[in-house]
């Protein structure tokens, strides 16, 4: 059983940055495909980002490409989602999602979710 754990989030101004963490504890990151997403207020949740088992390939939406970067320590058992660039629609919980396999850098389902963490971009 996989368990993340999300932690990072705040309340910053336009144009500024925040570092996501996500722990993940239960196994070990070697196996696991993760992906951040973020869900704003009355829409639908969006993947951000995903990352490979491997660590070696990425992938990420076109909202946030050139912005965030996903980057993972296996030894840490850590994913970290680098966002740059903080734009207002950027505002929402972020989730940190894994799945078991060893395709990738992206899993068309998750098994496990953390609890989010609230990130607001406002002036």
């Known amino acids: 059983q996989l368990r993340l754990v999300e932690s990072g989030g705040g309340l910053v101004q336009p144009g500024q940055s925040l570092r996501l963490s996500c722990a993940v504890s239960?196994?070990?990151?070697?196996?696991?495909?993760i992906g951040w997403f973020r869900q704003a207020p009355g829409k639908e949740r969006e993947r951000t980002s995903c990352i490979s088992s491997s660590g070696i390939f990425t992938n990420y939406a076109d909202s946030v490409k050139g912005r965030f970067t996903i980057s993972k320590v296996n030894n840490e058992n850590t994913v970290f989602l680098q966002m740059n660039g903080l734009k207002p629609e950027d505002t929402g919980v972020y989730y940190c999602?894994?799945?078991?396999?060893?395709?990738?850098?992206?899993?068309?389902?998750?098994?496990?979710w953390g609890q989010g963490t609230q990130v607001t971009v406002s002036s």
């Open positions: 999602a894994g799945k078991h396999t060893n395709s990738g850098p992206c899993a068309d389902n998750y098994d496990y």
């Open positions: 239960g196994s070990t990151l070697n196996y696991y495909v």
